[in-house]
């Protein structure tokens, strides 16, 4: 017979009481704005609505962070049981415990929690827009239980497959940084419209433009924006590598955990912004 680790039971148990917080604990004027909804003939929300590919960003309140893409996936049946942030965070059902509610007036409730070395939490309360294709709330971001960060969030319902393309999300010229452990260094990047680098750097660092970096971004999922394992080969012979990336539905923001050969394929956070699309 099987035993889930003592931590499950722990993490749910706090979902739970956090889902209270966020759902159950109305003031007078929310109950009566329920009330008024449902009377008056306005959209009724199920937590089925949530079904589906849903692509955003996390905006951090306090401006010594940067903007984070961030993807929320459900399944057929509103089970969330996916989700990533460009922070290098990731959520599946092997490394955490993934929870959502609804409300039937939209309030939605979402809580992460990683069972990895850094038990990065990420805890939304949100509002569903009336046309169920729409997220916007606040954002609580804790690591070892520790709040690091609140900020808000916005969410856009994914087309599905297909719905990222490399000539629209991608193409063009990116500019930002890859941190770690307190330092920067600054980033380039130059794409066409078929994933080729045109240029760049990640600072020593000049990308090749001979050939070896030929069409090499793509979507490894397309309905939510993420890449995967890219290699990028430099002038000096040392490869620099996408862990995972994600890009936002604008195709604005950039970035995910990366790593340099050189370094012992150690890594660091990259974020990038699209200064301009291609000619």
């Known amino acids: 017979m099987s035993h889930s680790p003592?931590?499950?039971?722990?993490?749910?148990g706090l979902l739970l009481v956090f889902a209270a917080t966020m759902l159950g604990c109305h003031?007078?004027?929310t109950v009566i704005r329920r009330k008024n909804r449902s009377q008056s003939g306005a959209t009724t929300f199920s937590h089925l609505d949530l079904a589906g590919d849903w692509t955003g960003i996390l905006i951090p309140d306090n401006p010594t962070f940067q903007t984070?893409?961030?993807?929320?996936?459900?399944?057929?049946?509103?089970?969330?049981f996916e989700a990533a942030t460009?922070?290098?965070?990731?959520w599946m059902p092997s490394n955490a415990s993934l929870f959502s509610s609804m409300d039937v007036a939209g309030?939605?409730?979402v809580m992460l929690q990683e069972a990895g070395d850094d038990l990065a939490a990420l805890n939304l309360a949100m509002n569903l827009s009336e046309d169920k294709n729409r997220l916007t709330?606040?954002?609580?971001?804790?690591?070892?239980?520790?709040?690091?960060?609140?900020?808000?969030?916005e969410l856009t319902r994914s087309l599905g497959p297909g719905h990222f393309q490399v000539s629209s999300h991608l193409a063009g010229s990116w500019t930002g940084t890859v941190s770690r452990n307190g330092f920067q260094r600054p980033v380039t990047l130059n794409l066409d419209e078929l994933g080729s680098v045109l240029g760049g750097s990640a600072g020593p660092r000049n990308f090749d433009t001979s050939g070896a970096n030929t069409g090499i971004f793509t979507f490894s999922n397309d309905a939510v924006g993420r890449l995967?394992?890219?290699?990028?080969?430099?002038i000096d012979g040392t490869?620099?590598?996408?862990?995972?990336?994600?890009?936002d539905d604008s195709g604005t923001y950039m970035g995910g955990p990366g790593f340099d050969s050189n370094l012992g394929n150690r890594g660091g956070l990259v974020h990038l912004s699209k200064v301009s699309k291609p000619n």
């Open 137 to 153: 709330g606040t954002a609580e971001i804790r690591r070892y239980g520790v709040l690091q960060n609140t900020g808000t969030v």
């Open 6 to 12: 003592p931590y499950r039971f722990l993490s749910f």
């Open 86 to 90: 460009g922070a290098g965070d990731e």
């Open 107 to 109: 309030e939605t409730a």
């Open 27 to 29: 003031d007078e004027d």
């Open 68 to 80: 984070t893409n961030l993807y929320l996936r459900w399944d057929d049946f509103a089970e969330l």
């Open 228 to 234: 995967d394992h890219i290699v990028i080969h430099s």
């Open 239 to 247: 490869t620099q590598t996408v862990g995972f990336w994600l890009v």
